[in-house]
């Protein structure tokens, strides 16, 4: 098992930044980060895996965010800049121990996350 506890969303005016944290109770094969909006199915942001460091971006955020991790302390960020009103969502962080296929295709896939935050909402006012 894995908890992950979310911490720094908030609200920003469009423009702004926000840094999103997540605290892991142990490491695993790779992390990352999703929303889900109002309406809308959850969608993958970012991914980041153990070792190799190789990160995922959806094409959405490409620029903009910035995903990292710190191994020796377990945590997960996300910065966000430029940020936009069509970024509001609650942002989740996952984890999985399981060996992604093809990553170029399927690294931000939900299903394959086992692990997941309780989320901590992002809200973008134009």
């Known amino acids: 098992q894995v908890q992950l506890v979310e911490s720094g969303g908030g609200s920003v005016q469009a423009g702004g930044s926000l840094r999103l944290s997540c605290a892991a109770s142990?490491?695993?094969?790779?992390m990352g980060w999703f929303r889900q909006a109002p309406g809308k199915e959850r969608e993958g942001v970012a991914v980041?895996?153990?070792?190799?460091?190789?990160?995922y971006y959806a094409d959405s955020v490409i620029g903009r965010f910035t995903i990292s991790r710190d191994d020796a302390k377990n945590m997960l960020s996300l910065q966000m800049n430029s940020l936009k009103p069509e970024d509001t969502a609650m942002y989740y962080c996952?984890?999985?121990?399981?060996?992604?296929?093809?990553?170029?295709?399927?690294?931000?896939?939900?299903?394959?996350?086992?692990?997941w935050g309780q989320g901590t909402q992002v809200t973008v006012s134009s």
């Open positions: 980041i895996y153990t070792g190799t460091g190789d990160t």
């Open positions: 996952a984890a999985t121990d399981s060996y992604i296929p093809n990553r170029a295709i399927q690294a931000l896939r939900v299903p394959w996350y086992n692990y």
């Open positions: 142990r490491n695993t094969y790779s």
